[in-house]
């Protein structure tokens, strides 16, 4: 699940200035690392391929959005740690966190819901009115696992289906800022933080293993015990060892690595067997996620080498920009604008598909994203609150009132078929 989750960290300082390239490089201030924009687009990107059936190893890009936010969180709120002997404002933080995914979230389901009512299939709508208060309370991982949904097989009946992701990265902003924030509270437990992380990670890695058995992945793919590892390796990396080590590592070094862990990545979403391959739920994804934390951390430790110019290029920051609007409204759009509804299929639908994807992703950011991002006026303080409460009332009032199509509304009628036949 795509998230601009936070402001990026500022960076240590990189021992070579960034003229030695000859030119000005993407911007690594203290309020943002352009290349990590360029990620997310990439990552989203991938996986609106991935779904649109053209991109086998599209769906990592849903693994980088993990390392992406594990990176920024833990950086966040290690820098508050430090700015304020130690302590960290959970509730500012969580109320950041809702301010920032919850608004654009419910307006989706509430829209959704009424789309699907008014032109989707009528098991569709079966289907989401079931799984929209899930989605609400961003636990839509847990509740396909306790229902044996299979994401693999399952997925395209369920226009929610997308959002375990999300649930994944709340569930981990719930627990994880408690976790620094307790050991942050004293510089001796705060160089605990890296080891916490670490070890986590592991073992998150071997409760995978350990359940990775079986013909469906659903419970691992989508369990937040399971995915853990990749928002911790982030996490990790968003240290102050892990940084200071980074911080000694020559430009050029820097640059070559970056380089190799792009090509390396990009091998592995091109040649990975996806759901069925066995590596990938063994170690597969763990590595993966390692080498997707380590080149965050070297694009936000010398970010105007190649590899940071080419992450931080215009085209990529913009798709980045709006990756999770745009994460939010893809697959629901894929679900509704079907062959049979627009009359054509292949690389001409895809058009069609990641076109209006990307408008209503666009909408998304600039009406609600946004706007309570950044407080506009209607957006602040007993406004803004009402209004949040009204679109979590929305989503309630459209799961209880929208009535459910009736059983069988979609199946076909054996007699039928078989009259006059014999």
């Known amino acids: 699940m795509p998230t601009s989750a936070a402001t990026p960290p500022s960076p240590p300082p990189s021992p070579l200035p960034s003229r030695r390239h000859g030119r000005p490089g993407p911007r690594a201030t203290g309020r943002h690392i352009t290349p990590l924009d360029g990620l997310r687009g990439l990552a989203v ?18 693994d980088l959005f993990f390392v992406l936010s594990g990176f920024l969180i833990t950086g966040l709120l290690l820098k508050e740690a430090a700015k304020r002997n ?12 809702v301010r920032r995914l919850l608004p654009a979230l419910t307006v989706m389901i509430v829209a959704v819901l009424l789309l699907v009512r008014a032109a989707g299939p009528s098991y569709l709508l079966g289907f989401a009115l079931e799984d929209g208060p899930w989605a609400a309370l961003q636990a839509t991982n ?20 997308h959002l375990w992701s999300i649930g994944v990265e ?26 916490v992380a670490a070890a986590g990670a592991v073992l998150s890695l071997v409760v995978m293993v350990a359940l990775a058995h079986g013909p469906d992945t659903t419970r691992v793919y989508e369990g937040t015990d399971t995915r853990a590892f990749s928002l911790l390796l982030g996490a990790l990396m968003a240290t102050d060892p892990v940084r200071r080590l980074l911080s000694r590592t020559p430009g050029r070094l820097a640059d070559g690595l970056c380089a190799a862990l792009v ?12 759901p069925g391959d066995s590596f990938l739920f063994r170690g597969g994804l763990f590595l993966h996620a390692l080498a997707a934390a380590l080149l965050i951390a070297l694009l936000a430790h010398t970010p105007a ?18 990756s999770y609007s745009l994460y939010l409204w893809h697959w629901p759009i894929y679900l509704l604008l079907t062959e049979d509804v627009l009359g054509f299929g292949g690389w001409a639908r895809t058009a069609v598909l990641l076109a209006v994807s990307l408008a209503a992703g666009w909408l998304s950011k600039v009406l609600v994203e946004d706007p309570v991002r950044f407080k506009a006026r209607w957006a602040r303080g007993r406004t803004g609150a009402v209004g949040l409460a009204a679109v979590l009332a929305a989503v309630a009032g459209v799961c209880l009132l929208v009535p459910a199509p009736a059983p069988g509304a979609d199946s076909v009628d054996l007699t039928q078929l078989t009259a006059g036949s014999g």
Do not use: M
């Open 86 to 97: 130690g302590t960290v404002g959970l509730a500012a933080f969580w109320e950041r966190r």
């Open 142 to 161: 847990w509740h396909f696992i306790s229902d044996q949904v299979g994401y693999w097989n399952d997925g395209d009946t369920r226009v929610f289906s």
């Open 170 to 195: 709340w569930q981990f902003y719930v627990v994880w800022p408690v976790v620094v924030a307790v050991l942050a509270r004293r510089r001796a437990t705060r160089r605990l933080v890296p080891v």
């Open 263 to 274: 090509c390396g990545l990009g091998a592995y979403w091109c040649l990975t067997g996806g």
């Open 45 to 62: 990107l991938g996986v609106l391929f991935f779904h649109a059936g053209h991109f086998g190893g599209g769906f990592l890009g849903v």
């Open 305 to 322: 080498g190649p590899v940071g110019r080419l992450l931080g290029s215009k085209p990529l920051r913009s798709l980045g920009a709006v």
